[in-house]
């Protein structure tokens, strides 16, 4: 990431604040890395966030994501996993720690450690980014309701619940509306697991973060959807809004397949960006950038993108850029072809791939009868 990028972006949109991710164990273990490859202290990487921090603008450090490994498994204990984002933090100089949840973790260890945390940095804002059942239904049950109740268990002080509103199943047609509507489910489970709190209050911690473009499932996040969204959170005054993500903010694919480096549509140049830096927000309104690989984002709202052997009797063709390939056994994987690479992708949450739409769908209306 060049050392002006961010303030570059800053200057041109206003942008305030970005999430970066992610922030991953690697080789020695319990040590945040980006990426998982990349150490924290990338001279190259923090001189585009300290630039950008010199503007103005705030940094939010996401760990978890898709792809692992997970510094919440690479640290076995509380205190090993709280030092390891002390680290974190103060080497990039944010308050703000996101743990973006798509894999199993010890729950315990995790709420314990963020706990230790908040003991020792007062000023600090937690946030869980979690993923969407459907638009119905709110946050999965095992990586999403219980990770918030283990955290108020804990002790922990949840500032934002961050839905990632994409890659989930819906029978609406409008997919601004099935991003509201899976806001509005997560906010009544919010009222489950803290009663006490007043709808007002619960919505200052709510946060949506929507894929731009094409989403995996084949759902197209339109310019007018977020304008919309923007609207509703205006109204609700939700605690953060942010898309996924700052680099595919760009229109350079319009008409293509589904790409980390823009949005496979038509619009301007960081046109979404502009659009949400309209929301003052009780909090903060960032975008999320990954600072290790710009401008392509190989991190965590959409589905994993994990280079992958196929198995043998399988036929692969990736001389079609973007070309796609259901998975052998798993209903919910397929192949994605990118950069002359297969790489393994997962559909959200109660959906399966279907090639007929190559995109993620209910299993009965992929009519994938296997999968039901």
């Keep these: 990431m060049p050392g002006d990028y961010l ?79 002390k680290k ?46 459907g638009d119905d239904y709110g946050l999965t049950d095992v990586l999403g309701v219980e990770v918030l109740r283990n955290a108020d268990k804990h002790g922990v002080k949840v500032d934002i619940v961050n839905a990632m509103t994409m890659e989930y199943g819906t ?25 006490a709190k007043s709808n007002e209050e619960l919505y200052a911690m709510l946060g949506i973060t929507p894929m731009i473009g094409r989403n995996f499932n084949g759902k197209i996040f339109q310019i007018e959807h977020a304008k919309r969204l923007v609207q509703w959170a205006k109204t609700k005054k939700i605690g953060h809004l942010a898309f996924w993500s700052l680099g595919r903010d760009n229109g350079n694919c319009a008409g293509g397949g589904v790409s980390p480096d823009c949005s496979s549509i038509a619009q301007g140049d960081l046109e979404f960006t502009r659009i949400f830096q309209q929301y003052a927000g009780t909090k903060i309104d960032p975008t999320t950038d990954d600072p290790h690989h710009h401008p392509t984002t190989t991190t965590s709202n959409p589905p994993p993108h994990e280079k992958t052997t196929p198995k043998p009797h399988q036929k692969i063709d990736c001389s079609i850029e973007n070309a796609h390939y259901p998975h052998e056994t798993e209903c919910a994987k397929y192949y994605w072809c990118y950069n002359g690479q297969p790489h393994l992708e997962t559909c959200g949450a109660g959906t399966v791939w279907d090639p007929k739409i190559n995109g993620c769908n209910f299993a009965r209306d992929a009519h994938r009868t296997d999968c039901v």
């Design 7 to 85: 303030t570059k972006i800053h200057k041109e949109t206003g942008l305030s604040a970005v999430t970066l991710a992610f922030v991953l164990g690697g080789a020695a273990g319990c040590d945040p890395q980006w990426g998982g490859e990349g150490g924290i202290d990338n001279p190259q990487i923090l001189e585009s966030i300290h630039n950008f921090q010199r503007s103005g603008g705030k940094v939010i450090l996401a760990t978890g994501g898709a792809m692992g490994p997970y510094l919440e498994t690479a640290c076995s204990s509380p205190n090993a996993l709280s030092d390891a984002y």
């Design 171 to 195: 029978k609406l047609s409008d997919w601004g509306e099935a991003v509201i509507a899976a806001a509005e489910s997560v906010h009544n489970q919010m009222k489950q697991i803290w009663p």
């Design 88 to 133: 974190a933090l103060n080497t990039v100089g944010s308050t703000h720690l996101d743990i973006d949840i798509e894999a199993s973790v010890s729950l315990d260890i995790m709420n314990e450690a963020l706990q230790i945390l908040q003991q020792q940095i007062p000023d600090l804002t937690i946030s869980f980014t979690l993923m969407i059942q």
